[in-house]
């Protein structure tokens, strides 16, 4: 069997702010940063056997902390990228909602191709989906954790489930350096394990942007 851990990375400060990061590189901040550390023991005590992160800082640095418990080296795979958020890219989500009411209210909605350049979720889906299935493939009966973002590890994960986004939409989002796990066996394929694991330090505002 194996075992696919999709972490996302911890707080950043557009988190905090509610601004729109999408493929824009944020660093972590200090909460993010001692989220990571406090997180590492719990995914290493998993006996992880490779470690594969989004080349965006924020989740590389994330998988870095684990990394730095494990030994393992970070793999980076560019596809493991966050939604692009197209227009509203460092935009707080109030000025999202000023600027585009028409395109928000969609993307509130759930529509899977809001405008304003977004990546449709169906595009996103596929894209880091395909990057998990690759990662797993890595370790065949193994172990391996993904360091990504909260949008993509949403659509990703529906990707390898067969989830449509209508079920996706009834899945809570990942809190900051927490947890997706899922396995696969050759008589189940792909099925859900557990959903938004780890532990709390603080409390943290922010979705999965």
């Known amino acids: ?5 999709v972490w996302r990375h911890g707080n950043t400060d557009w988190n905090a702010a509610s601004r ?6 944020v660093a972590l901040n200090d909460l993010g940063r001692e989220q990571a550390r ?3 023991p719990l995914l290493a005590a998993l006996r992880p056997d490779a470690i594969i ?3 965006l800082s924020r989740a590389a640095d994330t998988a870095a902390a684990l990394a730095a418990v494990t030994g393992l080296p ?3 795979d560019v596809r493991l990228r966050e939604r692009y958020f197209g227009r509203w890219q460092g935009l707080a989500l109030t000025e999202v909602a000023e600027r585009f009411p ?3 209210a969609r993307w509130r909605a759930g529509d899977p191709d809001p405008g304003a350049e977004i990546e449709t979720l169906d ?5 880091v989906g395909a990057a998990f299935q690759e990662a797993a493939d890595l370790v065949p009966g193994g172990t391996v954790v993904v360091a990504t973002h909260g949008g993509g590890a949403r659509q990703g994960c529906g990707y390898l489930l067969g989830w449509d986004h209508a079920v996706l939409r009834t899945v809570g ?6 947890w997706t796990e899922l396995r696969h066996d050759d008589v189940r394929g792909w099925h859900l394990r557990a959903h938004n694991v780890g532990l709390i330090t603080r409390p943290a505002p922010g979705e999965a942007l």
């Open 53 to 55: 992160a989004s080349d």
């Open 102 to 104: 028409d395109e928000y």
């Open 74 to 76: 970070v793999r980076t």
């Open 38 to 40: 406090t997180a590492a």
């Open 1 to 5: 069997m194996t075992r696919l851990i």
């Open 123 to 127: 595009d996103l889906g596929k894209r």
């Open 173 to 178: 989002s990942l809190a900051n350096c927490h």
């Open 20 to 25: 729109v990061q999408g493929q824009t590189d």
